[in-house]
């Protein structure tokens, strides 16, 4: 888990707040995965992203929710006027490029995201 | 729809007997399946997985058997120890979805020493 890299490691906001996640991935990594998991839930994939794509969003909620991953930099997942709803886990994870297919996927150790 | 299912929300073993986590998936199309160990505060950790052109897959400890007739698989660990105590959670994915994983909820494991 130490390989990818995510802060902060906690964050509370209020509601209609702005909240920034950020995840370094792997050196030489180059796909970024963002999941969530919601409490007494598994995870929940949101979006796949390559340095500067967003490959698969279809795990995203249609709003106020949005993520990139420049061509320097961490990947940012930003979530907009938070909800409680939004209180969960974000994990991140990363592969290499042209990883094959089938290759495990090694993920961060989260980010705890509280709303008040 | 949840396509991934881990019925058993907890299991408790004695230390050094087997401890068998199941899992059944509805989806058709995965061709990919794996299991991952949790402890709290830190995040999913790979520990085997298994394509659906085998059936069973071994790792020290852990082995994975995969029934795909019945869409079912489950992780043996023997033996148990008390450090297996975790969240273990079954994954699945099929070619061509980009690494894309599809969570169950989770089996809390406890192995009692």
């Known amino acids: 888990n130490a390989g990818v890299m995510q802060n902060p490691r906690h964050l509370v906001r209020r509601r209609g707040q702005e909240a920034r996640l950020r995840c370094s991935p792997m050196k030489g990594h180059s796909h970024v995965y963002w999941y969530r998991q919601l409490p007494e839930e598994g995870l929940k994939f949101m979006v796949y992203?390559?340095?500067?794509?967003?490959?698969?969003e279809s795990g995203m909620p249609k709003e106020r929710f949005s993520a990139e991953f420049p061509k320097e930099g961490p990947s940012i997942l930003r979530i907009q006027q938070v909800v409680r709803g939004d209180s969960a886990a974000y994990f991140c994870?990363?592969?290499?490029?042209?990883?094959?297919?089938?290759?495990?996927?090694?993920f961060g150790n989260g980010t705890r995201l509280t709303v008040t | 729809d949840q396509q991934v299912k881990q019925n058993s929300p907890s299991l408790s073993v004695q230390e050094g007997r087997i401890s068998i986590l199941n899992c059944d998936y509805t989806n058709s199309m995965f061709d990919y399946f794996l299991w991952y160990k949790k402890y709290p505060a830190e995040g999913p950790t790979f520990l085997i997985s298994i394509s659906s052109i085998k059936d069973k897959n071994e790792d020290g400890r852990f082995t994975v058997f995969l029934n795909k007739s019945a869409k079912h698989l489950s992780l043996h660990i023997v033996p148990s120890q008390p450090g297996d105590s975790a969240v273990y959670f079954c994954?699945?994915?099929?070619?061509?979805?980009?690494?894309?994983?599809?969570f169950g909820k989770g089996i809390t494991l406890s192995v009692r020493p």
């Open positions: 992203l390559q340095k500067e794509n967003i490959i698969d």
């Open positions: 994870a990363s592969s290499p490029p042209n990883s094959h297919i089938n290759s495990p996927l090694h």
């Open positions: 994954a699945a994915s099929s070619t061509g979805a980009n690494s894309k994983l599809t």
